[in-house]
Structure formats: C-alpha cells, structure tokens
C-alpha cells in the first residue's frame, strides 16, 4: 500500500513537519475502519488543535490538510463513508474550505470550516455508548 501524500509547501511557504505525521494518523484510524470512534475522533481533534494553534494557522498548513482530504493522494480504498455523519461531516468540511482558513476567512466562516469552528464541531460528536 502506498504511503497517503502530504504536500510539503504551498504558494513557497513550508508546511509545519509536524503536520504530516498528525493527518497520517486520521489516515491510519480510517483504515482500521473500528466502530469505536473514539481513536478517530481524537486525532482529528489533534489535527484541529494544531491547525487553530499559532504556529499552526498557516495558509500553507490550511491547504495542506485540505488537499491530504480532499484529493486522498495515496488512499487507495480507505474512506471516511463508515464514520458516524457528524464526525464525517467534519472530514468532509476539512476537505472543502478550510483552505480558506488564512487568506479568505470570511469563506471558511461561512463554511463553519476554519480550524476553531471545526473543532468545536469534532468535540460535539459524541461516542454511543455500547451495551455491555
């Protein structure tokens, strides 16, 4: 399988090294398609967390978890379409104007798609409980 692609700069501006290894690990919790959402859920929040963090509010950083999402560069058949709608929402959302985090955010705004809106919406999701 190959290895899912994070881009490295943008517009000549370099994405944080600490970027990729956060969107690897979403990447890695879908392939393991587990019904416990709970792995999941906190690395997407980790992704967000960096993303709404000073040093991590780049354009650069914004466009290169979008394009990891939305072009899926390396996915092979790993998908997001078995998560809950709420959290999958927010994957797909990261996928769609999260770019516009930095240079248009009234976009990203209206989108509820800038890091901040996005992890709030991540920490709304809540895991069902399962019966023992």
């Given at each position: 399988?190959?290895?899912?692609?994070?881009?490295?700069?943008?517009?000549?501006?370099?994405?944080?090294?600490?970027?990729?290894?956060?969107?690897?690990?979403?990447?890695?919790?879908?392939?393991?398609?587990?019904?416990?959402?709970?792995?999941?859920?906190?690395?997407?929040?980790?992704?967000?967390?960096?993303l709404?963090s000073?040093?991590?509010?780049t354009?650069?950083?914004?466009?290169?978890?979008?394009?990891?999402?939305?072009?899926g560069?390396?996915?092979?058949?790993?998908?997001?379409?078995?998560?809950?709608?709420?959290?999958?929402?927010?994957?797909?959302?990261?996928?769609?104007?999260l770019?516009?985090?930095?240079?248009?955010?009234?976009?990203?705004?209206?989108?509820?798609?800038?890091?901040?809106?996005?992890?709030?919406?991540?920490r709304?999701?809540?895991?069902?409980?399962?019966?023992?």
């Amino acid at each position: 399988m190959s290895q899912p692609k994070v881009i490295t700069a943008y517009e000549g501006e370099s994405v944080s090294p600490a970027l990729g290894p956060l969107l690897l690990a979403v990447h890695d919790e879908l392939a393991k398609r587990s019904e416990d959402y709970a792995d999941l859920k906190a690395a997407v929040e980790r992704v967000l967390v960096f993303l709404s963090s000073p040093t991590g509010r780049t354009n650069a950083n914004c466009w290169a978890a979008d394009l990891f999402f939305a072009l899926g560069e390396g996915w092979g058949d790993v998908t997001w379409e078995h998560v809950p709608d709420q959290l999958g929402d927010v994957l797909g959302d990261m996928a769609m104007a999260l770019h516009d985090t930095v240079k248009s955010p009234e976009i990203a705004e209206n989108f509820d798609s800038t890091p901040e809106q996005l992890l709030a919406r991540a920490r709304a999701f809540e895991i069902a409980k399962r019966a023992v």
